[in-house]
Structure formats: structure tokens, C-alpha cells
């Protein structure tokens, strides 16, 4: 089975500082592992994704995540955080049959 | 249009209405989901169309009826829902094809049900 945990419904961060979302997963097969992010009044928009190989993904908009298996965890950071990164990530994890198991979300407030 | 578009983007119904949402797909995907995006709670998954048949059905209430006409026109049909049935819902599309791939979302429908 396929679960995703993130701590930390609520983060807030300066402008200029590091961002650091936490992601634990579970999963019963090797796994693939997403962030997306949600503005707004929109959709979700793909940040980035971890399927095999290279286990630092890089991302849009200066975001990167690394897969760390032994840790059970994809956690997405970006080095500065800008007021447009204001927003609701999601991690996600899939199973062979495509379907998504996403958390609860991480709501990220930049501070000015 | 590009990408995945859902319509209307709000609607307010009564629990009595019959109201249609609409989801189309311009990415030449062949698989469709509906989630139901409550708050604090993680997206659920309700329905998932592959090549237009109807593969997964978690649970949901006979008063949400999907339809797929085609791999890119998804609807979802609501008749007598509860106030909790208020929430955002979304529409995503997908490849398929024995390998695991990215879900494209559409910005959503926002119900509230009075």
C-alpha cells in the first residue's frame, strides 16, 4: 500500500530564506514520488518528480527534492524563498496502477 | 485551449438541483480522473476513466454519476447532494501504458451545495 505523511501543515518563512517541506512516504514497491504545487483558485501544477536514477530532482521555479530511501522521505527545498512562492505543495506517491495517494498539503506563507 | 480546462469554474445548487461539471483534456492523454479537494483532508480520489471505461469507483455516492464520452471530455453528474458534498472539485488527465506518469489538473470547480 501507498501512503504520503507531511509535517507541517503550516510553514512560514522570510523572503530570502531557506524552504524546507517535509515528505515521508510508503510504499510497497520501488516508488515514484511528485510535488505539486496549488496557487489559489487553481489546479496543481507538477513541481517536479522522482521516478528512477539521479535521486536530486530538480524542479521548476528553483525548487529540487532529493529521494532518500533509507530515510523514506522526499523532501522539496528551495535555497531562497520568494513572495510568489506563497502556496499550497502537496507531496504524492504512485502505485503501478497510476493512482495517486497525495498528503494532506503544506501551506507556505513567505514573510516580507 | 491547452491543457486541461474545466467548466464552470464556480456553482451554487440547491440539494434538489441535477447539475453537470465538464472537464476536456487537449494533451492527447488517454486516462481521466475526478478528485474531490475538501479542506484539510488529503484529495480524494473518486473516479478514473482508461481509453473512456470506467476502471476505479472508490466509494462514491450513487449521487455523483461520471460520464466519459471520449479519452478527452470527462463530465460529472450531481443530483440531490448533501451540504458536505461542498468542496473543489478537480479533473486530471494522464498517460497510460504500463509505466507510472504525471497527473495534469485542471483549475477545479468550486460547488457549494445550499
Known amino acids: 500500500a501507498q501512503s504520503v505523511t507531511q509535517l507541517g501543515s503550516h510553514v512560514s518563512v522570510s523572503e530570502g530564506a531557506l524552504v524546507l517541506l517535509r515528505c515521508n512516504y510508503s510504499s510497497s514497491v520501488p516508488p515514484y514520488l511528485f510535488w505539486y504545487v496549488q496557487y489559489p483558485n487553481q489546479g496543481l501544477q507538477l513541481l517536479l518528480k522522482y521516478t528512477t536514477g539521479a535521486t536530486l530532482v530538480k524542479g521548476i521555479n528553483g525548487f529540487e527534492a532529493e529521494f532518500k530511501k533509507s530515510e523514506t522521505s522526499f523532501h522539496l527545498t528551495k535555497p531562497s524563498a520568494h513572495m510568489s512562492d506563497a502556496a499550497e505543495y502537496f507531496c504524492a506517491v504512485s502505485d503501478p496502477g497510476n493512482q495517486f495517494y497525495f498528503g494532506t498539503g503544506t501551506s507556505l506563507t513567505v514573510i516580507p | 485551449e491547452t491543457g486541461v480546462t474545466q467548466t464552470p469554474r464556480h456553482l451554487v445548487m440547491g440539494m434538489t438541483n441535477k447539475k453537470s461539471l465538464k472537464c476536456e483534456q487537449h494533451l492527447g492523454h488517454n486516462a481521466m480522473y475526478w478528485y474531490k479537494q475538501s479542506a484539510k483532508k488529503p484529495l480524494e480520489l473518486m473516479f478514473v476513466?482508461?481509453?473512456?471505461?470506467?476502471?476505479e469507483n472508490n466509494s462514491v455516492p450513487s449521487r455523483f454519476s461520471p460520464e466519459c464520452p471520449n479519452s478527452s471530455h470527462l463530465f460529472l453528474h450531481l443530483h440531490t447532494l448533501q451540504p458536505e458534498d461542498s468542496a473543489l472539485y478537480l479533473c486530471?488527465?494522464?498517460?497510460?501504458?504500463?509505466?507510472?506518469?504525471?497527473?495534469?489538473f485542471g483549475p477545479g470547480t468550486r460547488l457549494t451545495v445550499t
Open positions: 476513466y482508461n481509453f473512456k471505461e470506467q476502471t
Open positions: 486530471a488527465s494522464s498517460r497510460t501504458g504500463g509505466e507510472r506518469y504525471e497527473q495534469y
